[in-house]
T-cell receptor
Framework: DAGVIQSPRHEVTEMGQEVTLRCKPI?????LFWYRQTMMRGLELLIY??????IDDSGMPEDRFSAKMPNASFSTLKIQPSEPRDSAVYFC?????WGNGAEQYFGPGTRLTVT | AQSVTQLDSHVSVSEGTPVLLRCNYS??????LFWYVQHPNKGLQLLLK??????LVKGINGFEAEFKKSETSFHLTKPSAHMSDAAEYFC????????????FGRGTQLTVWP
């Protein structure tokens, strides 16, 4: 079975440009999570969805960040405009269940560099 | 409130010697606990999880962890380290009041010397 798929794997862009990160969760999973990982701040939860509905977006750092999940098999994280401090690895994860004890399965990540 | 504390940011061991990665948690509820591993430039992989069944949990690659409620600990162990175990390890907790959400520790970097 394919795991969580993220694209692109690497993205280099200039400050001010729009960046769109994509995620395809594992088929049948009903929860999806976006994380950001940096050396300084570690792993941060940005937003998560259950059955395509955003549940908690309190981790989204600024209004420049937005996320959508138009259907059960696709989600996007958009940054507009991008800034150098957005440089990080962005992970998408999905979970087969909703609730305490539900494990998450992570994608390989998108390494974003904003110059 | 709840949190996860990984007591060591770096652990170094020689190949063939035991591994101990320490984790303490605080939670107002009966927690579920996980260990994830991240190899360089890779995503996080689930090693094992505890969800109120047996207190000794066996995971992949020979790792196991023991849930000790009295000590609020969930330490990860392996009897004999292998070079391929070199990676970053995350202790993770979830609780019922924030369904679906996981709380990650800051990670422990494991180095394995030949």
């Amino acid at each position: 079975d394919a795991g969580v798929i993220q694209s692109p794997r690497h993205e280099v862009t200039e400050m001010g440009q729009e960046v769109t990160l994509r995620c395809k969760p594992i088929s049948g999973h009903n929860s999806l999570f976006w994380y950001r990982q940096t050396m300084m701040r570690g792993l941060e939860l940005l937003i998560y969805f259950n059955n395509n509905v955003p549940i908690d977006d309190s981790g989204m750092p600024e209004d420049r960040f937005s996320a959508k999940m138009p259907n059960a098999s696709f989600s996007t994280l958009k940054i507009q405009p991008s800034e150098p401090r957005d440089s990080a690895v962005y992970f998408c994860a999905s979970s087969p269940r909703w609730g305490n004890g539900a494990e998450q399965y992570f994608g390989p990540g998108t390494r974003l560099t904003v110059t | 409130a709840q949190s996860v504390t990984q007591l060591d940011s770096h652990v170094s061991v020689s190949e063939g010697t035991p591994v101990l990665l320490r984790c303490n948690y605080s939670s107002s509820y009966s927690p579920s606990l996980f260990w994830y591993v991240q190899h360089p430039n890779k995503g996080l992989q689930l090693l094992l999880k505890y969800t109120s069944a047996a207190t000794l949990v066996k995971g992949i690659n020979g790792f196991e962890a023991e849930f000790k409620k009295s000590e609020t600990s969930f330490h990860l162990t392996k009897p004999s380290a292998h070079m391929s175990d070199a990676a970053e390890y995350f202790c993770v907790v979830s609780r019922g009041s924030t369904l679906g959400r996981l709380y990650f520790g800051r990670g422990t970097q494991l180095t394995v010397w030949p």
